[in-house]
């Protein structure tokens, strides 16, 4: 189960061949990310000089795990006009994020690499690639991407599982199929959300949290200013349930994507569990 | 005389048993006789909790916000003597939730416990006198349904505004909620927090009897029995914003209410507002809860806002009123 296959897909392969190709013969000399998640890779595996411009999602200290290093990138907000007036040969964007805005630049002939969004551990690795490949650096990128695998393979827990669901704003939470419940069943937790039945995202209503009885509850940090979908994380029923559970304090943004920062959230989680088996 | 007690007992009867059916109907599937011990007893871990922190709360503000949205609009009517006057459609509850939304986003909610509901209340007492003073002692049903519009637009997008410009990213999809309602995921706290001043509010409503009832005869007739029309005035303004501010502050401004049970119950009294006060109370709470149980049997996990069940019921209604009164304006 640990063993994830490398580069398992021939598609990809070819397609970072390609990739890879196209960037020995003119890498891209001014790089403009419009997605928080493309922010940090590029970041990551960028020359010098090389990435022109970052999302302001970079800086948000609740979503981002680079804050710091952001500060250093002058900002865009994802608007087309804004990213065309930078001048940029080559864009770095979402699937999902600004599907109007990506358009208008392709129209504009720019060429823009969209990353979906990280699904699944595997892809978490692919993207490494994908990014350090588009960037002209596929070595940097492979080097990443072997590095977070290899770290990724030390964290798995065998052994019994322990229930744990992650718990967000409205009581959403995290079903089958994310890649938080993988990471759950990485370190040896059952998703108390994907027991539920949820597939993806999606409500799990705080009656049937409390009545499922998780052993840990993974909730975010409030964002600043109030809103009562965050109120149902400060409802006494959950917070009984908590003081019952064991807690593990996430930062939200090493969640968020697919970077080595994702590490970080994983740890987090085979601690929590290495926690339960001592004191059960 | 008969006819009201019979109707004060079976309403009474019917908002019990919807009171025992909102805290048996949830997501998770409890069986009876665990769950009413659970509740009863605080014992039995999980059940506990779910009946006695989220249930409980939720049944509670069912009966709370429907009993003095019952309430306010029958004592609404009963003074302007307009039976389209109700909370919702003249701007009041959206006031107040407005009022509700300032102190959530300056952060004043947070300083101190009462500052929500405090804020709310002002927000509906000041459109309460200002429907009053647009209205007028002798204006007409349009002149009360225009000035609500107004107020009702602006009180919406000040507080879609606030909303907008909140740091925080969910803030924005709140903007149903205040304008809708909800009763999901409530607890203990809100209770607390809201029922003060709703007993205040129902307190004062309740004292507007007699002096509705002489109101009935028209002003001078009024004033001749004795009532002080200025103190009847405060009395609606105060106990309305008290009771129906409480209610926007924990449950969002649910419309309707307040315009369908005074209707449907007068009939029964004789159209004596002193009479039909008590009972459109039990026919708010009653509609309320039935709102909020078929809330969570037609879209379980989808939080579906009560003001689109009350709407349902009373939109169609609210026509119908302007049809039938549309002779005798004209």
């Known amino acids: 189960m640990l063993a994830f296959p490398r580069n398992s897909d021939p598609l990809l392969i070819a397609a970072l061949a390609l990739w890879a190709g196209a960037a020995v013969a003119a890498p891209p000399e001014r790089v403009v990310s419009m997605n928080l998640c493309t922010d940090q890779l590029a970041m990551l595996l960028a020359d010098p000089g090389q990435l022109v411009s970052i999302s302001n999602l970079a800086l948000d200290p609740l979503s981002s795990a680079m804050v710091d290093e952001a500060r250093a990138y002058p900002i865009n907000r994802g608007g087309a006009e804004q990213i065309y007036l930078m001048d940029p040969d080559l864009v770095l964007a979402g699937t999902y994020t600004a599907r109007a805005s990506v358009d208008l630049l392709r129209g504009l002939g720019i060429e823009v690499v969209q990353l979906p969004p990280a699904d699944r551990l595997e892809d978490v690795a692919a993207h490494m690639r994908q990014i350090g490949a588009a960037l002209g650096h596929p070595e940097r990128g492979e080097a990443m991407a072997r590095a977070f695998e290899a770290d990724l393979a030390a964290l798995g827990h065998t052994g019994p599982a322990a229930t744990a669901a992650m718990y967000y704003p409205n009581g959403y939470t995290a079903g089958s199929g994310t890649l938080s419940d993988q990471i759950l069943s990485l370190t040896g937790f059952r998703n108390v959300g994907a027991e539920a039945g949820l597939t993806g995202g999606g409500i799990l209503p705080l009656e049937r949290l409390v009545m499922a009885e998780p052993q840990v509850v993974v909730t975010s940090t409030p964002y600043p200013g109030a809103s009562r979908s965050e109120e149902i994380l400060a409802h006494p029923a959950l917070r009984q349930l908590r003081d019952g559970a064991a807690q593990a304090h996430v930062r939200d943004a090493d969640w968020v994507c697919g970077t080595p920062h994702l590490l970080n959230a994983i740890r987090t989680m085979a601690d929590a569990r290495a926690g339960l088996d001592v004191a059960p | ?104 986003q300056t952060g004043l909610a947070a300083s101190f416990a009462l500052a929500l509901p405090l804020s709310a209340l002002a927000g509906a007492a000041l459109a309460v006198l200002l429907v009053l003073f647009m209205a007028g002692p002798h204006g007409g049903a349009l002149a009360l349904i225009l000035a609500g519009i107004a107020i009702s637009a602006l009180a919406g997008a000040l507080t879609s505004l606030v909303l907008n410009l909140s740091p925080n990213p969910f803030a924005v999809m709140e903007i149903v909620y205040w304008m809708m309602g909800s009763l999901a995921d409530r607890s203990m706290t809100h209770v607390w927090l809201a029922l003060p001043f709703m007993i205040l509010g129902c307190g004062l409503l309740l004292a507007t009897g007699r002096g509705l009832d002489a109101l009935t005869l028209g002003e001078d007739a009024a004033r001749s029995m004795g009532v002080d029309l200025a103190r009847l005035r405060l009395l609606i303004v105060l106990g309305t914003a008290s009771a129906v501010g409480a209610s926007v502050a924990v449950a969002g401004a649910v419309g309707f209410v307040g315009l369908v049970m005074p209707h449907l119950l007068r009939p029964l009294v004789g159209g004596r507002p002193s009479h039909l006060l008590p009972l459109a109370a039990l026919g708010g709470a009653a509609m309320v809860l039935a709102a909020d149980i078929a809330v969570r049997l037609i879209a379980p996990d989808q939080d579906l806002k009560l003001g689109v069940l009350t709407a349902l019921v009373g939109a169609p209604f609210f026509l119908h009123l302007l049809w039938r009164m549309r002779g005798v304006e004209a």
Not at chain 2, 11 to 25: D, E, G, R, T, Y
Not at chain 2, 50 to 62: D, H, K, N, S, T
């Open chain 2, 1 to 104: 005389m008969t006819l009201r007690i019979t109707a004060l007992v079976l309403l009474s009867l019917l908002v019990a048993l919807l009171f025992l059916a909102s805290l048996l109907i949830g997501p998770a599937a409890l069986g009876l006789k665990q769950s009413i011990g659970a509740l009863l007893s605080g014992e039995g871990g999980p059940v506990a909790l779910v009946m006695q922190e989220i249930r409980l709360p939720r049944a509670l503000l069912g009966l709370l916000v429907g009993a003095v949205l019952g309430l306010s609009g029958a004592a609404m009517q009963g003074f302007l003597r307009n039976p389209l006057a109700e909370p919702g459609l003249v701007g009041v509850s959206s006031s107040a939730a407005l009022g509700a939304v300032l102190s959530l």
